[in-house]
């Protein structure tokens, strides 16, 4: 029975995800998302000689998420830490043939996981330390986890953000949406979920304006 | 296999009643208003249609009024209520349909006071709030028959009490409710109900509205002045003839469907069991035939839905992550009762129909063990 909206290998992925469960005693493990706003994603880590020698995940999310977390681990098995860092959503929204627009943002959270969790591993085992500048890129970087759901793009790609101020820990950011966006609301809590876990801010104003 | 299990968001077009409508169509496709042959043919067929509803439900034909669905006939009896009383307070469920409940934000804009009863854990209506509620000026009461959700049946016939005592008018949304069970306007004492095709075996686009002889009520769409000038738009012969054919099937088979859903919602039972760690929602006992809300320990709802459809079995699931927010994620109905967080994301609804088989519905269960079974073994909730 095909569901139309998915590609093949979506579907198969999440019919028979690869590299489902947990690893004793990992190098590095992360947990991302929250159950309640459906979705989390857990990826475990081994890494030997500087390779990811083996990697899982653990998922409470949907088909899209599923397949993601499962493509993901497929495509960062084997590589090096390196590698695996530079992998992005759009590796792996790519290595799938795409999803529908609504479900592109839960192709980020699997990749989230993996960097959360090599972060945990250089951390850890390597003692690196993750200092974050927080800063005008920094936040932007952070907003392009932001996904438009109507077309599939992060809402920096989409030019929804029209201005971004942070100043005395305050983030000030104008948004430009039509009236009638049905997905304005989403896109705004979301924007404030990411903005405010960003350490040393205390304030976020969203402005919404049109241009 | 194929099994579809989501009646209750549409189901598909009886057989016999697909035949008659591609017969009708073809044959008698006259405007009731015209005065030729076909005209008055096409009237004869809408009028007969009109004693048939209004005696299934023991009403006066003329009390029958055609609309283009569910929708649209809530909108009818809550505005078309309004528009003729001069009171500014009405009062519905919290766990009433979209139809209902989005035309009372609408009114609530307006200046209407509108009051929202809450539901106990059953999805039940709190009478005793509604009662210290009803005052001097309301208007109405709205409150659906059947929930659209978890089944829940409401006890109309003591809202209606309460409402006569105080000359408060009721409206029903009986959407669900149509065709599956008994429904006897008199007996329950209400002012107004909707109804729509769709929901019991007839076709897409036609329902009916059912308002009491004597009910002050004001037109809300203004035309030709069709259907005693409460629905003007050339009336829909064929979905109206249609929907009264799928009525009556409904109506003939009830105890035999009945019968049959009380035996595939054990087939069902018998493998939740075999599941654990899962709730039903809603009422044990007062509750629409052929429904199930089921809610599953750490299951993402999505998950399974697309899960169960990727293998042929069509259910609903009241919670998305489209929306990626903890507001929108799950239904208003499922907050309502309560569910406990970690079963709340976890719902999906079964709504059996007239065609389906014990051996589909035992491919679905064994099919739902598979799904939810590997699903947990991949999952990481942690609330």
Redesign the interface.
């Known amino acids: ?1 095909a ?1 139309i909206k998915y590609t093949e290998k979506v ?1 198969e992925h ?2 028979n ?1 690869r590299n ?2 947990e690893i004793e005693n990992p190098d590095g493990k992360a ?1 991302v998302g929250s ?8 990826v475990f880590l081994k890494v030997e000689s500087g390779k990811i020698s083996d990697i899982k ?7 899209s ?2 397949a993601t977390g499962s493509i993901v681990t497929e495509l960062s098995k084997g590589k090096t830490v390196e590698e695996a860092k530079k992998l992005t959503w759009k590796d792996a929204l790519e290595e799938l043939g795409g999803l529908p627009p ?2 592109v ?2 192709s980020i959270l699997a990749i989230d996981g993996l960097k959360a969790a090599i972060n945990d591993y250089e951390e850890n085992v390597l003692g690196i330390k993750h200092e974050k500048i927080v800063d005008e890129t920094f936040i932007l970087d952070n907003l392009k986890h932001v996904i438009y ?1 109507k077309t599939g793009e992060n809402i920096i790609d989409a030019k929804l953000v029209k201005y971004l101020k942070f100043e005395d820990s305050e983030i000030y950011l104008e948004i430009s949406f039509d009236e009638t966006d049905v997905y304005k ?2 896109v705004l ?2 924007i404030h979920e990411h903005l405010n876990e960003i350490p040393g801010v205390e304030k976020v104003t969203v402005k919404v304006v049109e241009y | 296999m194929m099994v579809y299990l989501d009646n209750s968001a549409t189901s598909p077009i009886h057989p016999e009643v697909l035949d008659f409508m591609y017969d009708f169509n073809k044959k008698h496709y006259g405007n009731a208003s015209s005065l030729h042959f076909l005209g008055l043919e096409a009237k004869d067929y809408l009028e007969n249609a009109r004693k048939k509803i209004a005696a299934t439900i023991n009403a006066e034909p003329e009390e029958i009024i055609f609309t283009s669905g569910g929708t649209e006939a809530d909108n009818l009896c809550i505005l078309g209520i309004l528009n003729a009383s001069k009171k500014k307070r009405i009062i519905t469920s919290v766990i009433e349909h979209e139809a209902v409940l989005e035309t009372f934000k609408h009114l609530e804009e307006e200046g209407y006071e509108v009051i929202l009863n809450p539901v106990d854990e059953d999805g039940v209506i709190d009478l005793k709030y509604l009662e210290d509620n009803i005052n001097g000026d309301t208007a109405l009461i709205s409150v659906m028959l059947a929930n659209n959700e978890i089944g829940t049946l409401q006890p109309m016939e003591k809202i209606c009490d309460l409402a006569e005592k105080h000359g408060v008018m009721v409206h029903t949304d009986a959407v669900q409710a149509m065709g599956k069970l008994k429904i006897d306007v008199k007996e329950i004492g209400i002012d107004a109900l909707s109804a729509s095709a769709h929901k019991f075996f007839g076709p897409k686009g036609v329902g009916f509205a059912y308002i009491k002889n004597g009910t002050p009520i004001k037109n809300i769409i203004f035309g030709g002045g069709h259907e005693r000038g409460l629905r003007s738009g050339t009336e829909n012969v064929p979905g109206i003839t249609a929907m009264e054919k799928a009525l009556e099937i409904c109506e003939e088979n009830r105890e035999e469907y009945s019968v049959k859903y009380e035996k595939f919602g054990k087939i069902i039972k018998n493998t939740l069991e075999e599941i654990g760690n899962y709730k039903l929602n809603g009422h044990m006992k007062k509750r629409v035939p052929g429904t199930l809300s089921i809610s599953f320990e750490n299951i993402n709802g999505e998950a399974l839905m697309e899960m169960l459809s990727m293998r042929g079995i069509a259910v609903s699931t009241a919670s998305a992550c489209h929306s990626h927010s903890k507001e929108e994620a799950v239904s208003h109905v499922l907050k309502a009762i309560n569910i406990d967080e970690k079963f709340i994301y976890g719902t999906i609804r079964i709504a059996m129909g007239i065609e389906n088989t014990e051996e589909q519905i035992k491919y679905f269960s064994d099919t739902l063990k598979e799904c939810v079974l590997s699903l947990r073994e991949m999952n990481d909730a942690d609330w």
């Open positions: 029975m569901v579907i999440f019919k995800p489902v469960g947990t159950p309640a706003c459906g979705d989390q994603v857990s995940f653990l998922s409470y999310g949907c088909a998420n599923i609504v479900k943002h839960c759901p609301q989403n809590e979301e």
